[in-house]
């Protein structure tokens, strides 16, 4: 068993109070489970727990990426959403990008 590290609550509510909507396909988040917001690590490393990798996104978006590096699964044309791309995102994952000059 792997213990990842739990991500902090004063970030999740610092996160939660600025990602609304989804960090990929932008779909406003609702209680119900489809447009559930759920917890992203950018770059799937679940101990990099920054404002910068800890992000919220829909489920859907969540499973469809999976474990793919973020700019395989935003070029692949197996993803479910296929009008997500890196001039589509949120400016949390264009920052991103552009920061890590993916
Ligand atoms: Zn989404």
Not at 18 to 33: E, L, T
Not at 51 to 58: D, F, K, Y
Request: glycine share 0%; aromatic share 6%.
């Amino acid at each position: 068993m792997v213990n990842y590290r739990p991500i902090p609550e004063w970030l999740k509510k610092k996160i939660r109070a600025r990602d609304k909507k989804c960090v990929y396909c932008k779909i406003p988040f609702k209680n119900n489970p489809t447009d559930r917001a759920e917890w992203e690590h950018i770059d799937n490393d679940e101990n990099n727990i920054c404002e910068e990798n800890v992000t919220l996104c829909c489920k859907s978006c969540n499973a469809s990426k999976g474990d793919k590096k973020l700019m395989d699964w935003l070029n692949s044309p197996n993803k479910k959403k296929k009008e997500i791309n890196e001039e589509t995102v949120t400016n949390i994952i264009k920052e991103y990008i552009r920061k890590h000059s993916l």
